[in-house]
């Protein structure tokens, strides 16, 4: 690779952290929120040091070191190797290139993520439907062993859509980024009554707690009977256990 590669795919990388970071949101398909101003320093060092390297390379080339930096034999020692090629498309993917989100088809890889283990639960408010992360309803259904005021009632829950359930159920869906995509994690709740959507289709649940086992166990279904499933937009940050947007203060 010629030595004024180097600076162009430092540029490259550079102007594409930019990109992503400021001027979309799909640096929310690699890495989770807080990390965004890492990747707008990350992207502007890199951009920085491309431009200094190309006005180095500039002034080296008009000076009068063209021949030792050949080494008088009218070869050039300083090349990068071939596989520096590979940069390139790293580089042009995060200017040109939107990665899919991640969605049903790795939700359906893995088991559901395991919720943090709780002993004290505030009791649900008097509204209805109670709106609810999905994090929160597996935690009440299989750890609330003392008020388990959750059955009965009328919950409000939104994901996307994972089908192949058995018996024509399928489950709604989050996926949480810990740090970055490589950690994605999944955190379902298995969803009766209603046939499934497209794969990946966000939606609006309302519906009350599949009966089975007992509350307050592991015996208990992570499971909704849907009255009504309603479709939504996908949210800014899809990557995020949150209430449904109607919900939220």
């Known amino acids: 690779m010629k030595r004024f590669l180097q600076p162009v795919l430092l540029v490259l990388c550079g102007l594409g952290l930019l990109h992503v970071s400021l001027f979309t949101d799909l640096y929310l398909r690699y890495v989770k929120e807080g990390m965004r101003p890492l990747l707008i320093a990350s992207g502007a060092v890199l951009l920085l040091l491309g ?123 989050r996926v949480i980024l810990n740090c970055c995509a490589a950690d994605a994690q999944s955190v379902k709740v298995r969803i009766y009554g209603d046939p499934a959507l497209p794969a990946n289709t966000w939606v609006t649940v309302t519906g009350t707690w599949h009966p089975g086992g007992k509350l307050g166990t592991r015996s208990a279904p992570v499971a909704l009977d849907a009255r009504r499933v309603e479709k939504v937009d996908r949210p800014w940050n899809a990557y995020q256990d949150s209430l449904p947007p109607e919900a939220r203060p």
């Not at 009791?123 to 003392?146: G, I, K, N």
């Not at 005021?149 to 996307?160: A, C, E, Q």
Request: charged share 20%; glycine share 10%.
């Open 51 to 173: 431009l200094a390297s190309a006005m180095l390379d500039k002034g080296q080339h008009e000076g009068p070191h063209d021949e030792e930096e050949h080494g008088g034999h009218g070869h050039n020692h300083s090349a990068m190797p071939r596989v520096a090629w590979l940069l390139l498309l790293p580089a042009l993917s995060l200017l040109c290139y939107a990665p899919p989100a991640l969605g049903a088809y790795t939700a359906s890889r893995q088991p559901p993520k395991a919720v943090p283990e709780e002993s004290d639960f505030d009791p649900l408010p008097a509204t209805s439907p109670v709106p609810m992360t999905l994090s929160d309803f597996t935690s009440r259904v299989q750890q609330d062993r003392e008020d388990q005021d959750i059955k009965g009632r009328s919950i409000l829950m939104t994901g996307f859509v994972t089908p192949g359930g058995p018996g024509g159920s399928w489950d709604l869906t």
